[in-house]
């Protein structure tokens, strides 16, 4: 049995509790939060046996194997650390922390207890995902990738998350260093990471308040980027973020030198862009269907 536990009881961890849940042969065995009532909200919901508003209570009373840390993202690294140390596999929900020297000692402290660490990027083991990278490894592509372009765009008139950012002053993503951006775009990067070889290749990056932030009165909230990668003149990749742009699309195409993919996340589809056109008279006399 996998007994896993929750630090932090807020909205986004419904979602990991019930996917936990899915899971056969896991078990949750414990949930924490500093507001007690958050925690116990939670346990009641889920059938948890305990709660625990301490770290390190849950830790010493509830054992568990790998812990999932919603909580927000100031805390990550203390918490992890705490988890780390005590033996336990650790899940954290993006970003994964404040800054990059707190990744690296996560990191390393993993690697030295030989424990399993991984940030909340789950999109990047969806089924349309695995797809993609199957074929990338089958030579669809005809070669390395060439280019590929990621977009993500983030709907600030959604109700829950984005208006409660933008209603409150003092929200706690106002307070990262890289604010919305920081919070959301790893899910994006995440994407053209992975066909990069290089730690460090060159970047340009634009970003900027739109204009119907901008007309309520926002300065401080960046909601759009515009970011060109590229490594060694090998490979180049841009990243797109936007809360304006519609549709509202997150999805990612790459091109190789003989095909290329297109990825659509939002509806789990995989589409093969073939390089070579057919001749066909055919569509001299009839419309495109789309």
């Not at 927000?72 to 918490?79: E, Q, R, T, V």
């Not at 990047?124 to 089958?138: D, G, I, K």
């Not at 970047?203 to 060109?228: C, Q, W």
Request: glycine share 8%; hydrophobic share 40%.
């Amino acid at each position: 049995m996998l007994r896993a536990a929750i630090v932090g009881c807020g909205k986004i961890a419904d979602a990991h509790a019930s996917q936990i849940r899915r899971i056969k042969g896991s078990e949750i065995v414990g949930v924490c939060d500093r507001e007690p009532l958050m925690a116990k909200q939670l346990c009641e919901r889920f059938s948890v046996a305990r709660s625990f508003s301490d770290v390190n209570d849950l830790l010493d009373s509830a054992h568990p194997d790998v812990v999932h840390i919603t909580t927000p993202p100031a805390s990550h690294f203390d918490i992890a650390r705490a988890c780390l140390d005590r033996g336990c596999h650790v899940y954290i929900e993006k970003p994964f922390t404040i800054r990059a020297g707190e990744a690296e000692a996560l990191v390393a402290l993993a690697a030295s207890n030989d424990l399993k660490l991984t940030a909340g990027h789950d999109d990047q083991f969806s089924h349309v995902a695995r797809r993609m990278r199957a074929l990338v490894r089958s030579g669809y592509l005809g070669g390395p990738a060439l280019h590929v372009e990621s977009t993500y765009c983030y709907d600030l008139s959604e109700p829950g998350y984005a208006r409660a950012l933008l209603g409150d002053r003092q929200h706690w993503v106002r307070r990262l260093p890289g604010g919305l951006l920081q919070n959301v775009i790893s899910h994006g990067i995440a994407r053209i990471a992975e066909f990069f070889t290089t730690d460090a290749p060159q970047v340009i990056a634009h970003g900027f308040v739109s204009p119907p932030l901008r007309r309520m009165g926002e300065r401080k909230i960046v909601d759009e980027l515009r970011v060109i990668v590229s490594e060694e003149d090998r490979l180049t990749a841009y990243f797109t973020f936007s809360s304006q742009m519609r549709p509202s699309v997150h999805e990612l195409r790459v091109y190789g030198p003989r095909n290329g993919l297109l990825l659509d996340q939002d509806h789990e589809i995989l589409l093969r862009l073939r390089g070579r056109r057919f001749k066909s008279y055919g569509e001299k006399f009839f419309p495109p269907l789309l």
